[in-house]
């Protein structure tokens, strides 16, 4: 998703916002930009990819300015529709994340008024407004901007002449960074890690007014206080540490997020609130819905509990009927269709609890409790260190309802992620990478673990992969099935074995490959596949883990047998804020 940065102090601006955007690459974008203010505007956009040398490219002068990723959406990738944005006489510049939803009428209006459009974002109308209700204050020509605006939006805005940065803020997140005679602002928390780890987050309908030694922030007309928190990341969990990519640091992490998520346990609050429900249903999109079903299928043979698990983006148009506690789960806190979701569960007057990475994200400010993950950033768009750290919050409720009947279990499970690390699973991977086409099977809580196997697989290997419940196979799929079509099982003993085993042999007997991953021993399993990749044969919630793991693990060795750019897959944002 687009990404913002702003800096005032008095520093020369354009390394600074430069270094700020290489830190929001990871979101995804197609083309960038910055416009500083020094003794005139300058503005320098692009398509592609930031260079190393781009600060000294651009070569812009001054201490104040703002910068933009773009992921195209109203508009082409091109120069043109990159921001900053500009009016008629480019004396104002806008860089936007979010969608104005009514521009197209307030473009055609201000056409009709003389205004001049460059490009075919709706970006262009805020700075138009701007430049229409500029009398000499740039504060209050935003304000009176903002009243015509529908849609979601974080704005920074800067003006020939002017040491000064105006933010605003509704739906779409905004953090400033306050350092000594100097401010920062970004869309989330990375470019302000290496500078300082004071922050503010704004709120829906703040404006703020930024100058080298002095922040106002707005609401309503009214002047408000917005408390400054210390940031809880550090600027080299935002490095790659020697690794070839972030995914494979961010793999190797989950030993350390899954323990230390675990470690920080839930506050007296949130107890109370999870042992009252009734009901529980979560929320979530993607990864984090996998999440949500694996918790599913865990927690009800335990406990005396219902649980729905619900996909964000369906919750919204499709609402069932709402009893009981809420949980949404995000990773980064901004997925749009999980907050949506969230905010009709209070609309319900539903108990809601968020499960998040991000502290200060929008789904915290939104949600009665938050759940902190504690798997520090994760960059690498393919989620795979927050996965198994929402795991251990979702694990820690079933705990929670199960009166402490896995402590032991979890809080020994980071060993056993640590022990499947170092597999070879290169073997596998070969096998996929030739397919263009592959299947995940497993049943009971393996089937969404398959699920999120797919997923992996395809989003950055692009090997199109489908997860399925194992039994489900033969009532379709199986017309799919080829030598060239691999098959990833999971077989792990319990009550569903030996029909997974049966399963695996009906795929074999239609010539598919398959890679099977089952407990370490399993004689029988080992004879029947193609691959067999042994697992620590543990608890039934160790085995969730440690089956994942081996296949992100799988998703990564085959995406790098296919050279694909893993951390930035093509199409793909690490924070999905539109619907
Ligand atoms: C896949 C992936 C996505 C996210 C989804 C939700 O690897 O990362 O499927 O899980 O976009 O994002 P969050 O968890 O931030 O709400």
């Keep these: 998703m687009c990404g913002i940065v702003g800096y005032i102090g008095r520093r020369d601006a354009t390394p600074i916002l430069f270094k700020g955007l290489r830190r929001l690459e990871y979101r995804g974008y197609d083309s960038f930009g910055v416009a500083t203010v020094g003794s005139a505007l300058e503005v320098y956009k692009k398509t592609g990819r930031i260079s190393d040398n781009e600060a000294e490219v651009a070569c812009l002068r001054g201490s104040t300015g703002i910068g933009h990723t773009r992921?195209?959406?109203?508009?082409?990738?091109?120069?043109?529709?990159?921001?900053?944005?500009?009016?008629?006489?480019?004396?104002?510049?806008?860089?936007?994340?979010?969608?104005?939803?009514?521009?197209?009428?307030l473009k055609r209006q201000l056409q009709e008024r003389g205004h001049i459009f460059r490009s075919e974002t709706d970006t262009e109308v805020i700075a138009h407004l701007i430049e229409e209700h500029y009398e000499g204050d740039l504060l209050a020509a935003v304000n009176a901007t903002l009243a015509y605006l529908q849609g979601s939006y974080a704005i920074l805005v800067v003006m020939e002449d002017a040491q000064r940065i105006?933010?605003?803020?509704?739906?779409?997140?905004?953090?400033?960074?306050?350092?000594d005679s100097e401010f920062f602002a970004a869309s989330d928390l990375m470019p302000l890690l290496d500078y300082t780890e004071r922050v503010i987050y704004l709120e829906d309908g703040d404006v703020a007014d930024i100058t080298p030694n002095r922040l106002d922030i707005y609401h309503d007309g009214q002047r408000v206080e917005r408390p400054i928190e210390l940031i809880n990341w550090r600027v080299e969990d935002a490095r790659k540490g020697g690794f070839a990519h972030y995914m494979q640091k961010e793999i190797f992490e989950q030993p350390q997020s899954f323990y230390e998520t675990i470690r920080a346990g839930i506050d007296e609050h949130t107890r109370r609130m999870i042992m009252d429900a009734n009901e529980i249903t979560l929320v979530a999109c993607g990864t984090s819905y996998h999440t949500t079903l694996i918790f599913k299928y865990l927690?009800?043979?335990?406990?005396?509990?219902?649980?729905?698990?619900?996909?964000?983006s369906e919750f919204k148009y499709f609402?069932?009927?709402?009893?009981?506690?809420?949980?949404?789960?995000?990773?980064?806190?901004?997925?749009?269709?999980?907050?949506?979701?969230?905010?009709?569960?209070?609309?319900?007057?539903?108990?809601?609890?968020a499960i998040t990475n991000?502290?200060?994200?929008?789904i915290t400010r939104v949600a009665d409790r938050t759940l902190l993950m504690r798997a520090g950033p994760e960059i690498g768009v393919a989620a795979t260190k927050s996965y198994t750290a929402q795991l251990a919050a979702l694990m820690q409720i079933i705990n929670l309802r199960c009166d402490g009947a896995f402590d032991d279990v979890l809080s020994h499970a980071h060993l056993a992620i640590g022990d499947v690390l170092l597999y070879d699973v290169r073997d596998?991977?070969?096998?996929?990478?030739?397919?263009?086409?592959?299947?995940?099977?497993?049943?009971?809580?393996?089937?969404?673990?398959?699920?999120?196997?797919?997923?992996?697989?395809?989003?950055?290997?692009?090997?199109?992969?489908?997860?399925?419940?194992?039994?489900?196979?033969?009532?379709?799929?199986?017309?799919?099935?080829?030598?060239?079509?691999?098959?990833?099982?999971?077989?792990?003993?319990?009550?569903?074995?030996?029909?997974?085993?049966?399963?695996?042999?009906?795929?074999?007997?239609?010539?598919?490959?398959?890679?099977?991953?089952?407990?370490?021993?399993?004689?029988?399993?080992?004879?029947?596949?193609?691959?067999?990749?042994?697992?620590?044969?543990?608890?039934?919630l160790v085995q969730v883990l440690t089956t994942s793991v081996v296949l992100q693990l799988l998703a990564y060795h085959t995406a790098c047998a296919l050279q694909r750019d893993i951390d930035r897959p093509r199409n793909l944002a690490k924070s999905v804020t539109v619907e």
């Design 71 to 105: 992921w195209a959406s109203y508009g082409e990738p091109t120069v043109i529709n990159a921001h900053p944005q500009t009016d008629c006489d480019e004396r104002i510049a806008v860089v936007h994340n979010g969608v104005i939803e009514n521009y197209n009428e």
């Design 166 to 179: 105006v933010a605003a803020r509704n739906a779409s997140p905004l953090v400033l960074g306050v350092g």
């Design 299 to 312: 927690i009800e043979p335990l406990c005396n509990v219902s649980v729905r698990a619900e996909m964000g």
């Design 319 to 353: 609402t069932p009927p709402l009893n009981g506690l809420v949980i949404a789960v995000s990773q980064s806190g901004e997925t749009t269709d999980t907050i949506a979701a969230l905010s009709m569960a209070k609309a319900h007057n539903c108990p809601t609890l």
């Design 358 to 362: 991000v502290q200060g994200s929008t």
């Design 428 to 540: 596998a991977a070969t096998l996929c990478s030739k397919a263009n086409h592959a299947f995940f099977v497993g049943r009971g809580p393996f089937y969404p673990v398959s699920m999120e196997g797919a997923l992996k697989m395809k989003e950055i290997s692009y090997v199109h992969a489908e997860g399925y419940a194992a039994g489900e196979l033969k009532h379709g799929p199986f017309a799919l099935l080829t030598p060239e079509t691999p098959v990833v099982a999971i077989c792990t003993p319990g009550p569903t074995y030996s029909v997974m085993v049966s399963n695996i042999k009906e795929i074999k007997a239609r010539k598919a490959p398959v890679i099977a991953i089952g407990v370490d021993g399993d004689k029988e399993l080992a004879e029947i596949v193609d691959v067999f990749i042994p697992i620590p044969n543990t608890h039934l």
